[in-house]
Structures are given as C-alpha cells and as structure tokens.
C-alpha cells in the first residue's frame, strides 16, 4: 500500500491532483489507515500512470475517462479506443497547424525588424494593428492555447 505522498512520486503526479482525480472518479476512492491516511494499492498506481501518460498525450478528462472504461472490458473491440486516438490525433494535427501560423506570423515580424526606433518597430505596429492579420488568422492566435 501507497501513502499519496509515495504515490505522488512514484507517479510523477502533484497530491492535489490525485485526490482531484479520485474526486471525480478517475480513480477509485482510497482505502484509509487507522489513523484516517489515504493508502493506495500498485493498481491505482499504475492506472494513474494510464492517466498521466494519456494527459502528457494531450486526451482531455472525459477521454480518459471512456479509455478507462474500456481498458476494463479487454474482450471488446477496440474500435472505439481508435476513435478516440484518431479524435485526439485531429485534435493536435488542428494544434499544430495553429502553432505554424503563429511561427509564420511571429518570424514576419522579426524579419521586417529594421533595428529602428520604437516608433519604427514592426512588431509593435503589428501587434497595434489587428488589420494587418486576416481574421481567420486572428481566430487562430486567440485558440492555441486551448
């Protein structure tokens, strides 16, 4: 059995995390000690090493969440797994083209950068100056973070 603390190093994973997780029934509600201390089992660990890995992958909450439940049914197809994998996959496909629209429009700037004076400087003209990006391209700089 895991204490959180040892639980949260062997997984790489902040406490707060981990209770969030189990709040919201990634994972299971814990055993507890005598002395009312949370103590995890090697399953929940490594079914939080599934959530991790799924979250360093980009999959949202509510993926992981379906992944979960069909990792539990292994005899079934795994063709709704694939959907989720391809969904993610469009996802960051859709990501990645937004990053290469800002690196575009970020070295156009830097490149028209005449070393002037701030008053001559590109980069602030641009970033003052929304007409000289199209508006699809404006939309793109406001949902890559996301």
Known sequence: MLT???LGRASGVKV??????E????LPAADRSAGNQRLYTRATQERLAF???????????EAIRDL???SDRPEQSC??????ARTQLLAVEGRITRLLA?????????DHCAGGTIAECRV????????????????????VSE
């Open 79 to 84: 063709a709704e797994v694939d959907a989720i």
């Open 4 to 6: 959180i603390g040892k």
């Open 23 to 26: 709040q919201i029934g990634l």
């Open 68 to 70: 979960l439940g069909l």
């Open 102 to 110: 800002l690196k575009t429009e970020l070295e156009r700037m830097v």
């Open 124 to 143: 602030i003209e641009v970033l003052g100056n929304h007409a000289h990006c199209s508006a699809d391209h404006g939309r793109d700089l406001l949902t």
């Open 51 to 61: 959530i991790r890995h799924a979250r360093d992958l980009g999959f949202p909450l």
């Open 16 to 21: 707060p995390t981990i209770r969030y997780y």
